[in-house]
């Protein structure tokens, strides 16, 4: 089975902190997604990845970007948090149909 | 830009009641797939449908492929306490693409 793995269940960051969430998936998938979820809102697209060194911008990619330097390697950076990106972050990777979840990091900005 | 409806947001059954929620699209989509979130987790991949008016079971679980490709259900029968979660819908179109529901949130009272 494809494995997504997210390097931190929890955080806790200052305002105005560089943060970066990590994610690996070990199937040589080439399509990998940043969601943010929020209650009541779903999930929703950040940024995503088809290659490496490719990125494309999702649904609210304000205040985020991402580096994709490796295949299995799909990084998410909050240049300067802010308490509305307060979330849980979850982190997928794909082939062709349907995607391979992380755990998920919750992400609190204080 | 595309969007899902999915419904009902919440439902509370009773342990052993049959289940049953549904999404709409007004665009139309070639897979559609069906996820479960347990708390503090990511989202894991139930049911993949791959054409129109397809059926497909997964031990209690039961999902359709509308006929027009804008719709599908998903049936739990026979609730237990562990089907507690959100439920997700996603479609998948063309583009591999993937646009998701807002989600279903199941609570089983004993």
């Known amino acids: 089975d494809v494995k997504v793995t997210q390097s931190s269940r929890y955080l806790v960051k200052r305002t105005g902190e560089k943060v970066f969430l990590e994610c690996v998936q070990d199937m040589d998938h080439e399509n990998m997604f940043w969601y943010r979820q929020d209650p009541g809102l779903g999930l929703r697209l950040i940024y995503f990845?088809?290659?490496?060194?490719?990125?494309e911008k999702g649904d609210i990619p304000e205040g985020y970007s991402v580096s994709r330097e490796k295949k299995e390697r799909f990084s998410l950076i909050l240049e300067s948090a802010s308490t509305n990106q307060t979330s849980m972050y979850l982190c997928?990777?794909?082939?062709?149909?349907?995607?391979?979840f992380g755990s998920g990091t919750r992400l609190t900005v204080v | 830009g595309q969007q899902l409806n999915q419904s009902p947001q919440s439902m509370f059954i009773q342990e052993g009641e049959d289940v049953s929620m549904n999404c709409t699209s007004s665009s139309i989509f070639n897979t559609w797939l069906w996820y479960k979130q347990e708390p503090g987790e990511g989202p894991v991949l139930l049911i993949a449908l791959y054409k129109a008016g397809e059926l497909t079971s997964n031990g209690r679980l039961t999902a359709q492929f509308g006929i027009t490709r804008k719709d599908s259900f998903l049936n739990i029968s026979a609730s237990i306490p562990s089907d507690v979660g959100i439920y997700f819908c996603a479609g998948q179109g063309g583009d591999d693409k993937i646009i998701f529901g807002k989600g279903t949130r199941l609570h089983i009272l004993p």
């Open positions: 990845s088809y290659d490496v060194k490719m990125k």
């Open positions: 997928a990777s794909s082939f062709r149909f349907g995607y391979t």
